[in-house]
């Protein structure tokens, strides 16, 4: 794996680390967070950064066009979120997972957080507001309120910089074109300006995806990959449904005999947190509380479907412009070539249906809950997209690549 997205993933999983240590300090209201960040993030980067593997693509030298267009692309992506940018986020940013974030600065008071189950979502996993209250823990109080945007602008560059950085070596224009696909998105950037934690699920997702394609390089990247999911768990909800389908498609290779121990161990912490969370939150998901003997009556509606279809194609056309026709030339790339789409591909496919199925069991209003919320979990998916296009349109690189790693592991 390149250096530069070795960096990129160690810091994803340096504030994932910290988000999860911040929160078992409270429960056990031991105050030793800090201490225990700066050993997880020894070890994380002892772990990460060193990689003596054999790559075909660290062989090709980083050119200075590479660069320019990286630094050009950066600086659309920064120019459109400066401008997107709010001072206090979007509405679910200043009314749950900034709120959320005020609660947990507090080692005594932060329970009252649960109280709150009239507007809010105590249920809510807490990576984001965790990192951000413990990023206000450690600055001055005048400072605390940059966190969160911070936060939210290292997100936002994430996803675009480790897609580019993946391809740059194997395809330039393929990853030129992914770099500023994300860059002329203005409601992708909209979407990680807004202090939210959708994109954060969007990115731990497709770092999970990047790690699992550099196992035949170092079987390392496996527990990588299981951490990038436990971190999708504790980052949103729906990050445990995105987890649980990564982990049935490469199912043969975290629950292998060699490999289950590296999958054990990069999940532990995140799905540690995750769970105790859930065991001291008073009331349960909204979505799995309203299932009843009704449930399955809407799911015969066929209103349903037509509002989550029309919703969807709209959104696609106003947010995703580009999308329907980059995927009709992947299909026809697939036909034209006799093969199936690729995993990758298949996963976010899957990821999709299956969110929109979810609407299918909502016990709010269809419409109302379509138009509140599938833009942003289309959003979500973006990164993960993105990726399975550069993928098949960089051509036999990846054959070649992989190829490459077999002969390595055989020798």
């Not at 659309?76 to 679910?92: F, L, M, R, T, V």
């Not at 015969?300 to 959104?315: C, L, P, T």
Request: hydrophobic fraction near 50%.
């Amino acid at each position: 794996m390149e250096l530069s997205n070795r960096y990129l993933l160690f810091v994803l999983a340096g504030l994932g680390a910290m988000s999860c240590i911040y929160f078992l300090c409270l429960i056990s209201m031991i105050h030793i967070a800090i201490p225990l960040s700066i050993a997880a993030i020894a070890l994380l980067y002892k772990w990460m950064i060193p990689d003596n593997s054999p790559d075909i693509y660290l062989k090709r030298p980083t050119s200075w066009l590479m660069l320019s267009v990286f630094t050009v692309g950066l600086g659309i992506i920064s120019q459109n979120a400066i401008n997107a940018a709010e001072k206090h986020g979007g509405w679910d940013a200043w009314a749950i997972w900034n709120l959320h974030s005020h609660y947990l600065r507090s080692p005594d008071l932060w329970k009252m957080m649960f109280r709150n189950v009239e507007n809010d979502h105590p249920d809510y996993p807490l990576f984001l507001p965790a990192i951000n209250a413990f990023g206000a823990r450690i600055t001055p109080d005048k400072a605390s309120l940059v966190i969160p945007f911070i936060i939210s602008m290292i997100v936002t560059i994430a996803a675009p910089a480790l897609v580019f950085v993946e391809f740059m070596k194997r395809n330039l224009l393929v990853a030129s074109l992914a770099l500023f696909l994300f860059a002329y998105n203005t409601f992708y950037i909209s979407c990680g300006t807004s202090q939210y934690a959708d994109p954060w699920l969007g990115t731990f997702f497709l770092a999970a995806m990047i790690c699992m394609d550099h196992v035949k390089e170092n079987k390392k990247y496996i527990a990588f990959s299981a951490a990038f999911l436990g971190c999708c768990m504790w980052t949103k909800n729906e990050g445990t449904i995105l987890a649980a389908i990564f982990l049935l498609f490469y199912a043969n290779r975290f629950f292998a005999r060699q490999y289950l121990k590296l999958t054990l161990t990069g999940i532990a912490l995140p799905l540690i947190t995750l769970v105790l969370f859930k065991t001291i939150v008073p009331t349960s998901n909204d979505m799995v509380s309203g299932l009843n003997a009704h449930t399955l009556n809407q799911i015969m509606e066929r209103e349903r479907y037509v509002i989550i279809y029309e919703n969807f194609f709209r959104n696609l056309k106003e947010h995703f412009p580009y999308f329907k026709g980059i995927f009709i030339t992947y299909m026809i790339m697939c036909f034209l070539r006799r093969k199936w789409p690729d995993k990758q591909m298949n996963i976010v496919l899957t990821c999709l249906i299956t969110y929109n199925a979810i609407y299918l069991l909502t016990r709010y209003s269809v419409e109302w809950h379509v138009i509140t919320s599938q833009d942003r979990l289309m959003a979500q998916l973006m990164p993960a997209m993105v990726y399975a296009f550069a993928l098949k349109f960089a051509g036999n690189s990846t054959q070649q690549r992989d190829q490459f790693s077999f002969k390595i592991m055989q020798n």
